[in-house]
């Protein structure tokens, strides 16, 4: 059963930094693309970054390009994002999500696994 756990969610002011982590579960991590989300009340779910199989591609919205990095740990079987220079308009919650694909290099448009999402919340 594949399970996607993320943390490293919290309060923070204005200006400082948080690292989110997705931890995968059963599955071959090496094979899987994957993107980090979010959703704020009111708001659509945004698609913030991605990054292919082999991380050598990746993107991100221009609301956050410069301040958050994606990143990963084949090792560990773990995602990363570095969300530095947050600002209030960053709070929502969070979440990674991964796809299976073919080519090493690539940055699929959807997703089949989605983790359960962790809270960031940005004050003033």
């Known amino acids: 059963q594949v399970q996607l756990v993320e943390s490293g969610g919290g309060l923070v002011q204005a200006g400082g930094s948080l690292r989110l982590s997705c931890a995968a579960f059963?599955?071959?991590?090496?094979?899987?693309?994957a993107g980090w989300f979010r959703h704020a009340p009111g708001k659509e779910r945004l698609r913030v970054a991605a990054?292919?199989?082999?991380?050598?591609?990746?993107l991100y919205a221009s609301s956050v390009k410069g301040r958050f990095t994606i990143s990963r740990d084949n090792a560990k079987s773990t995602w990363y994002l570095q969300l530095n220079s947050l600002k209030p308009e960053d709070t929502a919650v969070y979440y990674c999500?991964?796809?299976?694909?073919?080519?090493?290099?690539?940055?699929?448009?959807?997703?089949?696994?989605w983790g359960q999402g962790t809270q960031v919340t940005v004050s003033s």
């Open positions: 999500a991964a796809q299976s694909t073919a080519d090493y290099n690539y940055i699929p448009p959807t997703y089949n696994y």
């Open positions: 059963g599955l071959s991590f090496g094979a899987f693309a």
């Open positions: 990054i292919s199989r082999t991380g050598g591609i990746t």
